[in-house]
Nanobody
Framework: QVQLVESGGGMVQAGGSLRLSCAAS????????MGWFRQAPGKERELVAA???????YYGDPVKGRFTISRDNAKNLVYLQMNSLKPEDTAVYYC????????????WGQGTQVTVSS
């Protein structure tokens, strides 16, 4: 079992920044691919960014150039730095772990609310 706990959400004005953190349990964190997803009201959940155990990253088109995902394997943490925030970034953000390569994300955090006002 992997437990994930997100923090760092909140309310910010458009153009501002937030950094989300996700703390993971377990000694094998460095083996996991980690992702940040978001879900806005009435919309499907979407993958925002991901980081593989190799350190390679993926970003969804809406956040490219504005968001940065990173990880600290020594501390079992993954971060999402969000800059130049827009009202359309408003959503609940979830941290997720993919513990087996090639399968779906199988552990999820409880989510943290990000609200961007115009």
């Amino acid at each position: 079992q992997v437990q994930l706990v997100e923090s760092g959400g909140g309310m910010v004005q458009a153009g501002g920044s937030l950094r989300l953190s996700c703390a993971a349990s377990g000694p094998t964190f460095s083996r996991y691919s980690m992702g940040w997803f978001r879900q806005a009201p009435g919309k499907e959940r979407e993958l925002v960014a991901a980081i593989r155990r190799s350190g390679s990253t993926y970003y969804g088109d809406p956040v490219k150039g504005r968001f940065t995902i990173s990880r600290d394997n020594a501390k079992n943490l993954v971060y999402l730095q969000m800059n130049s925030l827009k009202p359309e970034d408003t959503a609940v953000y979830y941290c997720a772990a993919q513990t087996v390569i090639g399968t779906s994300y199988d552990f999820w955090g409880q989510g943290t609310q990000v609200t961007v006002s115009s």
